[in-house]
């Protein structure tokens, strides 16, 4: 088999793994630094470049169809999606009227849409 197509394949699996189980982002990292020492052995320039197109397409197309952006408010993780199980959504914020700055302090997280498990803290 043609090795581009092994690490395409493997790239496509990856990303359905890490959207069915809802990993977290040192998961994603771990993986994706394990792809790319495979891209970083083919021979040709056409191929590093096609394999890391794929892997950075397939990650901005999971960040933004599979996650949304969640607010913490008292403990309590709300999301921007309305369908996330388990996590309400931030109908109840916008009934506080907060001011600009208290939704800036507020602390964000990317959620999977999903399971509502937690991705990573929004730096």
Known sequence: MNPVY???A????????IITRGQDEESYK???ARIQNDINRLKLV???????TLM???FCNVMLRKMCLAYRYEGILYCTANNVPG?????????LNLTSD???SLKQFHVW???GDVYAPVP
């Open 6 to 8: 092994a690490i395409q």
């Open 10 to 17: 493997d790239i496509y699996n990856t990303f359905s793994e």
């Open 30 to 32: 771990r993986e994706q």
């Open 46 to 52: 056409r191929d590093r470049y096609a394999c890391n």
């Open 56 to 58: 950075t397409s397939m």
């Open 87 to 95: 996590r309400p959504n931030t109908d109840y914020l916008h009934t």
């Open 102 to 104: 208290q939704w800036n």
């Open 113 to 115: 849409i999903s399971t």
